[in-house]
């Protein structure tokens, strides 16, 4: 397609338009390691899978609250003794990791701080992040058109003319900020045994940045200049 050239009788506007906006975040992402470690083979993939069991368990206990429950990584490896010659064992470490996505940020100090409290058991996040369909994105992107209209149509006003059509519409950039970034997280150390149940632990939801960024070409009436 051929790009229409400016005439002095159809002169043109180029702009950039932005839009911004600071929403609640509407998922909560956690991540869990349970591992075990031992002298004995079987007695270590015994424990992984009854910890991997229980953590999944609990999880899932929480019911609606828990939008996806994923199985990421598992790995069972023996540990070569530190001194001696051949293939000497002195022990077996296993572990895997899950990761859970919360809606109901109610549920997610009182899951976390218990997780948390499991034998062996690793918390990683939250972290905050929108719905891939949030509707924070549409409105991001009619904000950044309607700032593209009303710049170019400044500029127009400010050469005595006015905007006439639209020759080009183009979406430059849409992101998010706010939490997203992995090391944004907190981390809950292997978890010790307790005699009584932890409080539940006070999160607040980190509010999320969502951008947009278009450009645009119009064309103007001739001013007079």
Do not use: C
Request: charged content about 25%.
């Amino acid at each position: 397609m051929t790009q229409q050239q400016p005439t002095p009788e159809a002169p043109q506007v180029t702009v950039r338009g932005e839009g911004r906006l600071e929403v609640d975040p509407e998922l909560a992402r956690i991540g869990v390691s349970v591992r075990a470690r031992g002298t004995d083979r079987s007695t270590v993939l015994a424990a992984l899978t009854s910890r991997n069991a229980e953590a999944i368990a609990l999880v899932k206990s929480y019911g609606e609250a828990v939008a996806k429950l994923e199985t990421g990584a598992l790995s069972v490896s023996p540990e070569p003794a530190r001194h001696g010659r051949g293939e000497r064992v002195r022990g077996y470490q296993g572990w895997v990791h899950l990761s859970a996505e919360l809606t109901d940020f109610t549920a997610l100090g009182e899951l976390t701080t218990r997780l948390a409290d499991l034998e062996w058991t690793r918390v990683d996040g939250p972290w905050w992040a929108l719905r891939p369909d949030s509707p924070a994105y549409a409105e991001a992107r009619r904000q950044a058109v309607r700032e593209a209209v009303r710049r170019a149509r400044e500029y127009a006003e400010a050469l005595g003319s006015s905007l006439v059509a639209l020759l080009e519409l183009s979406d430059t950039g849409l992101g998010q900020g706010g939490g997203h970034a992995p090391m944004g997280g907190a981390r809950m150390a292997f978890a010790a045994e307790a005699v009584d149940a932890p409080a539940p632990m006070e999160l607040e939801p980190q509010r999320q940045t969502v951008t947009a960024e278009v450009a645009a070409r119009f064309t103007m009436a001739p001013p007079p200049l």
